[in-house]
């Protein structure tokens, strides 16, 4: 029967790109399909450019999912270190950033290169261009396209999640889910910039540009990173991880993390008692930041201890309340997805539809900012390609 394949993987991004490759080398005959001109669209804007590959602090508590065990077998049976030795195997040159981010030396090409690469020696049949109209189960799955109809006893769904649709993402591999009687989550962008309003958007808008290293929290989560000020509210890598977490009410920021703020103050009231508080602040915090605080333009000596006390916990507890985010647009994930109970976690299949598999971004399993989501990706897509 013509066009018909073992395994037809929808989507070439990281996850469908590792799933057609470790399929391929078990000698299953794959067809690889995505709507994009070009596979790895994300791979190629990663990281600056040069693609966060991974993460060698790879565990399933940097993974937000409403069964956090779930990433745990994947995550085990390929590991960091499995990807780090496809890498070196194919003599990309790479560094380790900060907090164990691996990234390339040169372009994040040299990445998808590499997996393309793969897909050619694995016999995979890569076809890019083809809009999927629907996929349906008569008897094997059947993926009706713009170019031809395509049939599989097992489909991979890897279509990504609500992204960055200017790249492309749509709600597809939801939607085939759905249709397939699998529950999907309720979804949200992560690792997204926040957006405020009224008075805490006045303060900030001069702000703009101004970034310092501060620590953000919402309850027990914290991360200690880089934040920035934008004309919308706040960005920077701190803001993008507790974004993840984010689903309404206050943020807590720390301006000062690994100080003792009312100490600090108190101590320099005492051996620079003739210096202004604002000239203490400017000392402390990027020079913009510490006039919008708007502190008494007073001696140190001439500051009451309550008022430096008070202007500490707004330095170490400042209560920020976002508007929302900056959306999908500008969402580098997406939190939520394929419900995990309807998923086999050694797998990625499908419990009461055998045949049907899903990974990466489309399942509700989302990764810290810091190559843990493409970490996600090349897990799940091995174990969907050893299975299917």
Known sequence: MPNTHDIIVLG?????????????????????????AEPGA???ISGGGRCNFTNTGTTPGRFISHNPRFARSALDRFAPADFIALVQRHRI???????????CDGSARAIVAMLLAETQAAHVDL?????????????DFRVETDRGTFRAPSVVLAAGGLSIPKMGATGFAHDAARRFGLRVTETRPGLVPLTFEGAQLDMMRPLAGVALDAETAIGRRTFREAALFTHRGMSGPAILQISSYWTGGPIELNLLPGQDASSLLL????????VELTTILAELL???????????ATRLADTPDRVLKDLAVRLQAWAVTPSGTEGYA??????????????SSKTMEATKVPGLFAIGEAVDVTGWLGGYNFQWAWASGWCAGQAA
């Open 12 to 36: 070439a991004g990281a996850a469908g790109l590792m799933c057609a490759i470790s399929a391929g080398q078990r000698g299953r005959r794959v067809l690889l399909l995505d709507h994009a």
């Open 42 to 44: 994300k791979i190629l």
């Open 286 to 296: 990027p020079r913009r930041l510490a006039q919008a605080l708007d502190a008494p």
């Open 267 to 274: 101590d320099r009231k005492r051996t620079r008692p003739k």
């Open 330 to 343: 500008k969402a580098e994930v997406t939190v939520g997805g394929i419900d995990t109970r309807d998923l």
């Open 93 to 103: 040159p790479f560094h380790e950033k900060t907090l164990g981010q691996l990234f």
């Open 127 to 139: 076809r890019l261009g083809h809009k999927i109209g629907s996929l349906t189960k008569p008897d």
